[in-house]
């Protein structure tokens, strides 16, 4: 039924596969057959699988048993549910939170439940699919402003808007690792009166010393600021959270399709979301070490030549002139022992390696992949 369509994507080098792991998720994973050092994974702190957090997860396991039955609003929650929202109020310092089944789930989920028909949506060029998918939702008005230009977001606010304004942006944006100029959109939002949607996947846990994209920047949350994160990547777990104000989570309770239709999160991944989070809010060490090694491996690559674009996170791109070139550079690091799939369109418009450092990696590791790399550019792969 689809022969066609696959062998157009087959011809131009965008046909993907699914690699599964033969190992648990960490440092080092067995795929294909063989061991690799993993440079492809979120779990920046390497909490997946942190004896603590995977012992929290096993108790729980143990005494709610493997599903939640229900969604939330009927038998499907625990009390794990409810300390987990307190505690991730505590991280981002808001009144309130709800847990979703996903950040995707999240976003889809809250974006149409707060953009009513006099809403006029502003969003990054760049945003996450799962922005884009709920500002489509929505129905609203949506309008797209030039990556991080705020002098062109300002002039689009000015001319455009139609009703209340709601500026979507991802705090650290997922293939170049760039920040969000929070504090211009802070200000902007101010300014014209905008609730501002902030989605934290990549900053919670790892900017703010594990607090978030907000304190890294010293803003604190006000009232017309909605944040999200996950649970699946710095805290090693699964699921998403919207922390806000007391007001905003109530009306998410009762409006947001993807909460009131799903079934609740299992206790044992709240449970192991609890200790995560535990870990992120009274331990630094694992921000720390994470962000020294993006500081060794971004060092590294400069030294060799390799230009790390935007990057000012722990998401390093190598950019690559064409699809080809991605897929050749990802298979020779392969050889190498070194884990680092391509990544093509549609996902983005310019292929490339995502290399994602983590606290897990050591110096070894990062020096092998920097030689690597050295090795493929000395043989003229990119």
Known sequence: MYEEGLETLKREGLLRSISDRDSP????????????????????????????????????????????????????????????????????????????????????????AIAGGDTTIFSDELNHASLIDGCRLSRAGTVIYR??????????????????????TDSVFSMDGDIAPLTDLRRLAL??????????????????????????????????????????KAAGSYGAFVAADGGVIKWLTNTARTLVYSTALPAHLVAASLEAVEIILNDTSLVERLWDNRDRLVSGLHSIGV????????????LLEETGSAVRLSEFLLDRGIYAPAIRKPTVRIPRLRLTVTAAHTEEDIGLLVRSLKEARDCGLF
């Open 25 to 112: 998720q960490g440092r080092v994973v067995r795929v294909r057959g063989g061991e690799f050092i993993n440079f492809s994974s979120n779990d920046y702190l390497g909490l997946c699988n942190h004896d603590s957090v995977r012992k929290a997860a096993v108790r729980a396991l143990e005494e709610y048993g493997t599903g939640s039955g229900a969604s939330r609003l009927l038998s499907g929650g625990s009390t794990l549910h409810r300390r987990l929202e307190r505690l991730v109020s505590r991280l981002k310092a808001t009144e309130a939170s709800i847990l979703f089944g996903s950040g995707y789930a999240a976003n889809t989920g809250v974006i149409p």
């Open 147 to 168: 990556h991080g230009d705020m002098d062109h977001l300002d002039g689009l606010l000015r001319r455009e808007c139609r009703g209340r304004p709601l500026i979507v």
């Open 191 to 232: 300014s014209y009166s905008a609730l501002l949607y902030i989605d934290d996947a990549h900053g919670t846990g790892v900017l703010g010393r594990g607090r978030g994209a907000l304190a890294h920047f010293g803003i604190s949350p006000e009232p017309f600021m909605i944040q999200m994160g996950t649970l699946s």
């Open 307 to 318: 230009d790390t674009g935007r990057s000012e996170t722990p998401i390093v791109p190598v």
